[in-house]
T-cell receptor
Framework: NAGVTQTPKFQVLKTGQSMTLQCAQD?????MYWYRQDPGMGLRLIYY???????DKGEVPNGYNVSRLNKREFSLRLESAAPSQTSVYFC????????????FGSGTRLTVV | SQQGEEDPQALSIQEGENATMNCSYK?????LQWYRQNSGRGLVHLIL?????REKHSGRLRVTLDTSKKSSSLLITASRAADTASYFC????????FGAGTRLTVKP
């Protein structure tokens, strides 16, 4: 029962570099999400995918792109990293029915220097 | 935005005491959820309360919802040191929005 798996767990980038954060869930959930969390703050929604093949912008989409590769996988890409994107990134998934909440991954700690 | 706002920002209590955290939100909701985050970890879902419910219990957790005041509260009874964490409320449909959280410290 892996739940939501994020890779990598840690990453250091130089300004201007690109990278893709990977997320996969094995619970057959329909919806998937990417959040960022800055020190002492709550989570801010970057992008989400309500179903396979669809993606929508959240609160802070600028500087990011996403791909819902299939039902299991939802990746987040930084095309040209900036120091302001230093943060902890969390992926989450949701079944969309019942009283379940979101299931979160353990996060990717990204530092842009 | 349907983002919740928690109050207080930080709370420090002794083991065995009760802890109460509050959440206010701006727009109408279908449900409100509470999550816990231990330091350096992902969020864990605690409880969901629907808009037509006024109170819900889960173990030592009690959640209330007042839609007329657009507010919710989370009560943790008989707190333990292991309850030390940040607690977040969240609202939304397909795009859940979180508040900044309440940092709870339970001293042994």
């Amino acid at each position: 029962n892996a739940g939501v798996t994020q890779t990598p767990k840690f990453q250091v980038l130089k300004t201007g570099q690109s990278m893709t954060l990977q997320c996969a869930q094995d619970m057959n959930h329909n919806s998937m999400y990417w959040y960022r969390q800055d020190p002492g703050m709550g989570l801010r929604l970057i992008y989400y995918s309500a179903s396979e093949g669809t993606t929508d912008k959240g609160e802070v989409p600028n500087g990011y792109n996403v791909s819902r590769l299939n039902k299991r996988e939802f990746s987040l890409r930084l095309e040209s990293a900036a120091p302001s994107q230093t943060s902890v990134y969390f992926c989450a998934s949701h079944r969309d029915r019942g009283a379940d909440g979101y299931t979160f991954g353990s996060g990717t700690r990204l530092t842009v220097v | 935005s349907q983002q919740g706002e928690e109050d207080p920002q930080a709370l420090s209590i002794q083991e065995g005491e009760n802890a109460t955290m509050n959440c206010s939100y701006k727009t109408s909701i279908n449900n409100l959820q509470w999550y816990r985050q231990n330091s350096g970890r992902g969020l864990v879902h605690l409880i969901l309360i629907r808009s037509n419910e006024r109170e819900k219990h889960s173990g030592r957790l009690r959640v209330t919802l007042d839609t007329s005041k657009k507010s919710s509260s989370l009560l943790i009874t008989a707190s333990r040191a292991a309850d030390t964490a940040s607690y977040f409320c969240a609202t939304g449909n397909n795009d859940m929005r979180f508040g900044a959280g309440t940092r709870l410290t339970v001293k042994p």
